[in-house]
């Protein structure tokens, strides 16, 4: 039953889609939105992997073995070195205004060479590549290693084309941004690795309460940057209905409100529940599919933001 009810994560690819489009309506983002709504899901996802595994290193019995965590890093990460391959190449293709098909290997290569957003996305690739062959080498070596590097890797591949974007430009402005990324991600991430890796209602029991206490932290600072981002991106609370980068602001707080709405539901039913083994494996891991596949949605949103002037 659990293994059939994993499946059930594909549907917060559909939910990261269904971000987009619903940003397709409200703006003009570019079509690499969509190739950066599943990127940013992925990544969040091997961040999150290797996030779980580190707090796990402090219990006396982990509750994952490291073989599944460096096979789970292994897979996502080659899913996502894929997408960042796609994603590197649309962007070259805007950024020198060629279609995709006419891209030569010397439009591509003064792309990474020349460009400032080439040389960033390139040390995003270089990141993901690094951290998914360590991942392999670690697992075909039966390898104990830690997952601070890969934890370090991901983090920097995730924050590299936010912390040079337009809040770049203001004082601190590439901190929030970062701290915001990164607790979106750690909120979807480690979340989605529970679902991914957690079996039986003891593990549940252990690991939940401690990803609640993290989750909670992680949307404190979510808030606090967004709304410093948006307040200095947007400059009047018009511009929220009167521009298409507000609008999708707008939708993203609307489903964070919901999110949070969910969330405090689960701190009061499910997560004391599964920390006294009231409840099933099998209702956690139906929970944690809901909660991912909700926020997927806001990370399609995300995506859709970031790449909407």
């Not at 590197?88 to 060629?98: I, K, N, P, S």
């Not at 392999?136 to 591949?157: D, G, I």
């Not at 507000?246 to 997560?271: C, D, E, H």
Request: with cysteine.
């Amino acid at each position: 039953m659990q293994k059939v009810r994993r499946r059930w994560l594909l549907g917060a690819a559909a939910g990261a889609v269904s971000g987009v489009a619903l940003g397709m309506l409200l703006a003009a983002p570019e079509l690499s939105a969509w190739i950066r709504a599943l990127s940013l899901g992925v990544g969040s996802t091997v961040l999150g992997v290797a996030a779980l595994a580190v707090m796990m290193r402090s219990m006396p019995r982990p509750d994952v073995s490291t073989g599944d965590v460096w096979r789970a890093t292994t897979v996502l990460g080659g899913v996502w070195l894929l997408l960042e391959t796609v994603q590197l190449v649309l962007e070259a293709a805007a950024t020198v205004d060629v279609p995709v098909a006419r891209l030569s290997a010397g439009l591509f290569a003064e792309y990474l060479g020349t460009a400032g957003s080439g040389r960033v996305a390139a040390a995003a690739w270089v990141c993901v590549a690094a951290l998914t062959v360590a991942a392999a080498l670690a697992y075909r070596r039966e390898a104990s290693w830690s997952t601070v590097p890969v934890l370090v890797a991901a983090a920097l591949a995730l924050v590299a084309r936010p912390v040079t974007g337009h809040m770049s430009q203001q004082a601190f402005g590439s901190l929030l941004d970062a701290a915001h990324v990164l607790a979106a991600a750690l909120w979807l991430g480690v979340l989605t690795a529970l679902a991914l890796l957690v079996r039986g209602r003891g593990a549940w029991a252990r690991l939940l309460p401690r990803y609640s206490e993290l989750a909670t932290k992680c949307v404190v600072v979510l808030g606090a940057t967004g709304v410093v981002n948006a307040v200095v991106r947007l400059g009047s609370v018009s511009a929220l209905v009167d521009s298409g980068y507000g609008r999708l602001v707008l939708a993203k707080i609307v489903l964070l409100v919901a999110l949070l709405g969910l969330a405090w539901i689960w701190r009061r039913t499910w997560v004391p529940a599964a920390g006294t083994h009231r409840t099933t494996a099998d209702v956690s891991l139906r929970n944690a599919v809901i909660e991912v596949s909700v926020m997927s949605v806001a990370f399609g949103l995300a995506a859709a933001l970031a790449t909407t002037a």
